[in-house]
């Protein structure tokens, strides 16, 4: 699935994911109305996403869709959740489940088959939630990752694993240094390169991704140093505080190995002065060409 | 909420919990029928519960309902989960929502709203999944945990961050050693002392509590000396190949300090030779008894 991506980054020329951490009290006024149940509220939430998707998927190459924002609304926010992946992917986007999971081995084969995979019922096998990628974090080691990485393999799909955070807390554990001389991110990162590294493909990069928060960039260039086959899921431009100059070091002599995802800068944009009189769908399409623009001007043309 | 859990456990004189880990496989065959929809999967999972929570509500304090088991049949298997957790919960059980959940401070306010507090739709408050008690991953550091503490706080909650895992590869990370000297799940525990540092209670636990698996009596032992006031959820009893004798250490010289998980060996107990001919709840409360002896024995009376 990587490659795939990568094929429509340097087919768009853009390395952006737009964030669809849809929080109902983003939509516009007219769109919340007097709603004051979850299955009303989902309904909302679905048909915002939708259109937003209408407007943006012929120029950005993924959507990374924020599960908690949908945990919220409980499982009839999830019936939005499970309508905007499938919906985004009928698009011809490249859906990235941002949901963080991770447990024992046979726990995190339930989470894999929910999103990687497929689960069986009576020789019946069913898709749950149907991304193409997932994000998961990698505290409890190998075997709470190996089932994710067996479904990478059997189905062509990807995993980002935590390694560096954008938060500003994330070095409380991550930036420990070790007895070794390495940080902790650094070991996670080994870790994650080990596990991508029967996956990797044409473009030299891993099925085996990292989320690296553009918010720190030291370590962001550190993290591209030490892992060349990791691609990076790149969170924290925009309403997190990093801009492109920051996140430029996460990419390659190419122009390659990341996708920088921005949430609130674009589907909250109608809401800024720059997009003043716009619907919240020309907004959030006048803010991806924004931002594929101020990229571009950092990191230069894609597949170089 | 860990007062309240304490008091159950002290009445019960039973540290245990039932593990609602429901695979859809676990089911006996007559209720497994010719099923191969998540809808009927769904309902024929939450009758299954409901069965058994009816027949082990009255000696045992906890359930721990394992998100990853409903997850993978999709949003009408989060629908079982919510019923679960509810019906649990009107039985008098404490419910703990093993979800494992964690992200950056915002979106980790999201799945607190979930699990612990409350989501607001046009000024109507409304709760998604009102569970008890939450499992999170502190790889992100204090800011992903606080939304958490603030509702544990105002709502009398209770969480259990990851510190030492019951899986193999659990050292990877957790037991790294930093050029501090302390391993990496000793900081963890660190910070989770320091996390609910403010929320302690009669017995003198906080509501910030940790994982400890009882597969690592070594890492348990160490865990319960250098973190006096935090209350342990253990996993690992049972299947995962830890006995009584193994997680002794997890407990004070009350006979205090955590809840013992077994999943499989309690749902899947009438599969067992032990309990053979029996139903799957007669077997899941005779399966609950010999626990609580078999912890009994290990550790005293509680509360003593």
């Known amino acids: 699935m990587i490659d795939k991506l990568i094929d429509k980054i340097i087919a768009l020329q853009n390395p952006t994911c737009v964030g669809l951490d849809t929080d109902f009290n983003y939509l516009p006024d007219d769109m919340r109305g007097d709603i004051t149940s979850f299955e009303d509220a989902a309904e909302r939430i679905t048909e915002f996403n939708m259109n937003i998707i209408d407007k943006v998927c012929d120029i950005v190459p993924a959507v990374k869709v924020q599960i908690a924002y949908y945990e ?13 992946v499938k919906y985004a992917h009928g698009k ?19 989470y894999s088959k929910a999103y990687l995979g497929s689960t069986e019922l009576n020789g019946n096998k069913l898709k749950a939630f149907p991304a193409d990628m997932l994000t998961v974090n990698g505290y409890l080691g190998t075997d709470g990752i190996k089932p994710f990485v067996d479904d990478i393999k059997a189905n062509d799909k990807s995993i980002f694993v935590l390694v560096k955070t954008s938060n500003p807390s994330s070095g409380e554990l991550q930036n420990l240094k070790l007895e070794s001389g390495e940080y902790v991110y650094e070991r ?32 962001a260039a550190n993290a591209r140093k030490k892992l060349p086959e990791v691609f990076f899921l790149i969170p924290g431009y925009g309403a997190q505080g990093a801009n492109a100059e920051m996140l430029k070091v996460c990419f390659d002599n190419r122009g390659l190995g990341g996708i920088v995802n921005n949430s609130r800068g674009i589907i909250c944009a109608y809401r800024k ?11 959030a399409r006048a803010a991806c060409i924004d931002m594929q623009q101020d990229l571009l001007t950092a990191i230069g043309k894609m597949g170089r």
């Open 273 to 283: 002065p720059e997009y003043a009189g716009m619907s919240y769908c020309d907004a």
């Open 92 to 110: 011809g986007m490249t859906v990235i489940a941002d949901c963080k999971r991770n447990d024992i081995g046979s726990t995190a084969g339930c």
């Open 188 to 219: 996670m990162g080994a870790l994650v390169r080990e596990w991508g590294k029967d996956t990797i493909g044409k473009y030299g990069y891993s099925e085996v991704g990292a989320v690296i928060g553009a918010t720190h960039p030291e370590e």
């Open 72 to 84: 919220m609304y409980g499982y009839k926010g999830l019936k939005a959740f499970d309508c905007t």
